[in-house]
């Protein structure tokens, strides 16, 4: 009977814990876009990320700095640290996503991924690194300010949203794995990398 009443007591907790988990996330995803109006957290589609995988893996592969500009928790810039050596530096500014990226960054026993809890135009702002790999998923408005750091960016590979008026050096179609919506437009999962 014991057991059953400690079990039992586990998985309250367990639920509890879930549901905490929920409400954090969902405020969080209302401040970002109702209040900040920046690309809240949506997670990159598992296609889209093996796609930015393989860009770095047959043309970047010598980098030694990539960054994710808005990691969510993470999983994209994790994914990438797994195939190369290079240092990536996952730049999140919501303080929620930044704590699971750190946490999930710390189960995965990898070393050459850091989770830096910051505005990453801020951090872009003062860091003295040079990028060779940029990665962002945002939003239209949000992307084109990256522009303004091709001082420290080689490349930029851009999730879905193109930065018009800017020829990419390859454009790479996901398309057949969805699309994103963002206020009521629907982009094509595509992937944008621009060579500067
Ligand atoms: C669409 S999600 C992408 C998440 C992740 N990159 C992925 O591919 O799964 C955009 C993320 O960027 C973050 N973000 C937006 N603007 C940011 C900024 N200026 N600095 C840091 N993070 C930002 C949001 O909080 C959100 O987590």
Not at 76 to 100: C, D, G, H
Not at 110 to 137: R, S
């Amino acid at each position: 009977m014991f057991v059953i009443y400690v079990l039992i007591y586990i998985l309250l907790i367990a639920v509890f814990l879930f549901n905490l988990y929920l409400v954090i996330k969902f405020f969080e995803y209302l401040y970002c876009a109702k209040i900040k109006h920046q690309a809240p957290l949506v997670a990159s589609s598992g296609v889209s990320r093996r796609m930015v995988v393989e860009q770095i893996a047959k043309y970047y592969n010598k980098s030694k700095n990539i960054c994710e500009i808005g990691s969510g928790f993470g999983g994209l810039a994790r994914a990438i640290a797994k195939q190369t050596n290079a240092n990536v530096y996952a730049l999140e500014n919501m303080p929620f996503s930044a704590f699971v990226s750190k946490i999930c960054d710390c189960l995965s026993g990898g070393q050459n991924n850091h989770t830096v809890w910051c505005d990453a135009f801020e951090y872009l702002d003062k860091t003295n690194k040079k990028f060779d790999v940029a990665i962002a998923y945002l939003e239209p408005k949000t992307t084109r300010m990256i522009l303004k750091y091709k001082n420290k960016i080689d490349v930029l590979i851009s999730l879905d949203f193109e930065i018009k008026g800017l020829k990419a050096t390859r454009i790479i179609d996901v398309s057949k794995d969805g699309y994103t919506i963002y206020k009521k437009i629907k982009y094509p999962h595509q992937l944008f990398v621009y060579e500067f």
